[in-house]
Antibody
Framework: QVQLQESGPGLVTPSQTLSLTCTVS??????????WNWIRQPTGKGLEWIGR???????DYNSFLKSRVTISVDTSRNQFSLRLISVTAADTAVYFC???????????WGQGTMVTVAS | SYVLTQPPSVSVAPGKTARLDCGGD??????VHWYQQKPGRTPEVVIS???DRPSGIPERFYGANSGNTATLTITRVEAEDEADYYC???????????FGGGTRLTVL
């Protein structure tokens, strides 16, 4: 059974960097069949796709965030990570990681982690 | 970039049929995925590739895609179907996943 688990600080200071990690079990982040995605959801609002990474290390990012976001993968730890710089209150949201079976739907999601940007 | 438009809310009585639309320019040329998200829960795919139903999803859920509108239809609606529903497509021109704004289904 594939499971994803987000981890990271729940509170980030404005202008600082948000860093989250998604730990994968039951599958390999090196799999040729999968892309690994980050999605966020502000409280009471809809889903916003942030970006994805695949086994070659290639990435796709939402153009709205592209200048501030980096997604990376650590195959030794079977994890992938999100880094978002220069955060503001608008980045306050629940952040989800999710598995995508190459252009298929996101079939497995982490439980989500709430990140608040505040001083 | 590509835009998906969903009505904010749909209400339906128990036992009736709910139709949730997702509008997009020539969306029929896209593969549409649908997610259900119950309050405080993680989204769950209920329809993939326009009309494929993952195992465990009731047959009451089915999808269609034509012209500029994809539709998720839920027949014999039950109280447990009350949730937010999101459509999703891959926009190959911008290399983005795009979500619709979501529709809150209320079971009266």
């Amino acid at each position: 059974q594939v499971q994803l688990q987000e981890s990271g600080p729940g509170l980030v200071t404005p202008s600082q960097t948000l860093s989250l990690t998604c730990t994968v079990s039951g599958d390999s982040v090196s799999s040729d069949n999968d892309y690994w995605n980050w999605i966020r959801q502000p409280t009471g609002k809809g889903l916003e796709w942030i970006g994805r990474i695949y086994t070659s290390g290639g990435t796709d990012y939402n153009s709205f965030l592209k200048s501030r976001v980096t997604i990376s993968v650590d195959t030794s730890r079977n994890q992938f990570s999100l880094r978002l710089i220069s955060v503001t209150a608008a980045d306050t949201a629940v952040y989800f990681c999710a598995r995508e079976r190459i252009n298929d739907a996101f079939d497995t999601w982490g439980q989500g982690t709430m990140v608040t940007v505040a001083s | 970039s590509y835009v998906l438009t969903q009505p904010p809310s749909v209400s339906v009585a128990p036992g009736k049929t709910a139709r949730l639309d997702c509008g997009g320019d020539n969306i029929r040329s896209q593969s549409v995925h649908w997610y259900q998200q119950k309050p405080g829960r993680t989204p769950e795919v209920v329809i993939s590739f326009d009309s494929d139903r993952p195992s465990g999803i009731p047959e009451r859920f089915y999808g269609a895609n034509s012209g500029n509108t994809a539709t998720l239809t839920i027949t014999r609606v039950e109280a447990e179907d009350e949730a937010d529903y999101y459509c999703q497509v891959w926009d190959s021109s911008s290399e983005h996943w795009v979500f619709g704004g979501g529709t809150r289904l209320t079971v009266l």
